[in-house]
T-cell receptor, first 110, second 114 residues
Framework: TQLLEQSPQFLSIQEGENLTVYCNSS?????LQWYRQEPGEGPVLLVT?????EVKKLKRLTFQFGDARKDSSLHITAAQPGDTGLYLC??????????FGTGTSLTVIP | DTGVSQDPRHKITKRGQNVTFRCDPI?????LYWYRQTLGQGPEFLTY????????KSRLLSDRFSAERPKGSFSTLEIQRTEQGDSAMYLC????????????FGPGTRLTVL
C-alpha cells in the first residue's frame, strides 16, 4: 500500500527552469527521506529531514518537511540536465519501516 | 567499495524456475531491507531483518518468497516457481544500528521471467 503520494508524476522542463515536487501523506512520519534514482540503479539518498518545519539545502536543491511531518517538498533551482532522474520520497515510521512515494520522473532538456 | 552489493545484477529465468538473489550490506549495518520495484513506481517493502531476525514481512511476500540472513551479515531472497508477475527490480538496503532512518541501497537485481 502506497501511503505517500507524489506530484507531479512526470515533469519535463527546460534547462534553467525551477521546479517543485510534492510528497503528501495522511500519515505522520518520524522522518522523511528524498532519493534520486537513475535507470537500472538503486536509489541514492539526497537528504533526511526529521523535524517538522525543517528546511535543508543541498546546492540547488531545497527540501522542506511539513510542520505536521506528513508532507514534504523538493525545490530545484535552475535545473540542469544532470538533475534528470526519478525522485522518490520515503517516510519512516517508529517501527523502522519505510514507505516510498509513487515517484516523480524528471527530465531536464538541454 | 564498501557500499551495499547485490548479485546477480540481472537474472533471466523461465516461468516455474526458482531463483535466489544475494545482498551484502555495508559492514556492521544491523538492519537489512528487501524491496521490489516495478518500472516507473517507487520501491515496495517486502521484508526486513535486524541482525539475523526477520522482524517484518509484507503481505506482498507470498509463500513462494523466502528470505534469510543466517549470520546477520549477507541475506538471500529466494523466489520459488517464478511467475511473469515476479519480473521486477529487487532492491536491498541496509541501515546502521543507531543510524536513524538513513537507508543505503544496493544497485538492485533485475529479474525477468519469461
Amino acid at each position: 500500500t502506497q501511503l505517500l503520494e507524489q506530484s507531479p508524476q512526470f515533469l519535463s522542463i527546460q534547462e534553467g527552469e525551477n521546479l517543485t515536487v510534492y510528497c503528501n501523506s495522511s500519515s505522520v512520519f518520524s522522518s522523511l527521506q528524498w532519493y534520486r534514482q537513475e535507470p537500472g540503479e538503486g536509489p541514492v539518498l539526497l537528504v533526511t529531514v526529521v523535524t517538522g518545519g525543517e528546511v535543508k539545502k543541498l546546492k540547488r536543491l531545497t527540501f522542506q518537511f511539513g510542520d505536521a511531518r506528513k508532507d514534504s517538498s523538493l525545490h530545484i533551482t535552475a535545473a540542469q540536465p544532470g538533475d534528470t532522474g526519478l525522485y522518490l520520497c520515503a517516510g519512516a515510521n517508529t517501527g523502522n519501516q519505510f514507505y516510498f512515494g509513487t515517484g516523480t520522473s524528471l527530465t531536464v532538456i538541454p | 567499495d564498501t557500499g551495499v552489493s547485490q548479485d546477480p545484477r540481472h537474472k533471466i529465468t523461465k516461468r516455474g524456475q526458482n531463483v535466489t538473489f544475494r545482498c551484502d550490506p555495508i559492514s556492521e549495518h544491523n538492519r537489512l531491507y528487501w524491496y521490489r520495484q516495478t518500472l516507473g513506481q517507487g520501491p515496495e517493502f517486502l521484508t526486513y531483518f535486524q541482525n539475523e531476525a526477520q522482524l517484518e514481512k509484507s503481505r506482498l511476500l507470498s509463500d513462494r518468497f523466502s528470505a534469510e540472513r543466517p549470520k546477520g551479515s549477507f541475506s538471500t531472497l529466494e523466489i520459488q516457481r517464478t511467475e511473469q508477475g515476479d519480473s521486477a527490480m529487487y532492491l536491498c538496503a541496509s541501515t546502521p544500528s543507531g543510524g536513524g532512518d538513513t537507508q543505503y541501497f544496493g544497485p538492485g537485481t533485475r529479474l525477468t521471467v519469461l
